[in-house]
């Protein structure tokens, strides 16, 4: 029986793995196609930005390997260098940022961490603001 567990597991992820694409686009021609969907998309998006001003990060205790540990959730860590969770985990999965410990399911972040983090996004969107300003120069003659 886990047997087949297992295979009807493969077999799903095999086939959103070759159906991802085709998924993808449909779901965003349908978003383009429909102002209603539009519409509920943005007030979510607006809704979700209000919770997040009003949750202040903290720190944790965490238990692992029978120590504990004060650290920062990614939740907390997001909402400190003003990105999303998503961010920072498709950040670690392209190595630009080392991976975060992980107890139950869950990335912690330490203190020492989080500054290291605040620092590479404070350089980065000091970069960004650079090269547009950059931009901006360029076009000024023109």
């Excluded at 944790?60 to 004060?70: A, I």
């Amino acid at each position: 029986m886990k047997e087949l567990k297992s295979k009807d597991k493969n077999y799903q992820s095999d086939w959103y793995d070759k159906n991802k694409k085709a998924l993808s686009d449909k779901r965003k021609q349908a978003y383009k196609d429909n102002p209603e969907l539009q519409k509920q998309a943005r007030i979510r998006a607006r809704q979700q930005r209000e919770k997040m001003k009003n949750v202040k990060p903290k720190l944790e205790t965490v238990k692992y390997k029978g120590k504990h540990y004060s650290l920062y959730s990614i939740h907390s860590v997001a909402i400190i260098v003003n990105k999303t969770n998503q961010t920072l985990k498709a950040w670690e999965a392209k190595n630009i940022t080392p991976p975060a410990l992980v107890v139950n399911r869950t990335r912690y972040y330490t203190v020492r961490q989080v500054e290291l983090l605040k620092r590479y996004v404070d350089s980065v969107t000091e970069q960004k603001r650079i090269e547009n300003n950059d931009l901006m120069f360029k076009n000024w003659s023109a």
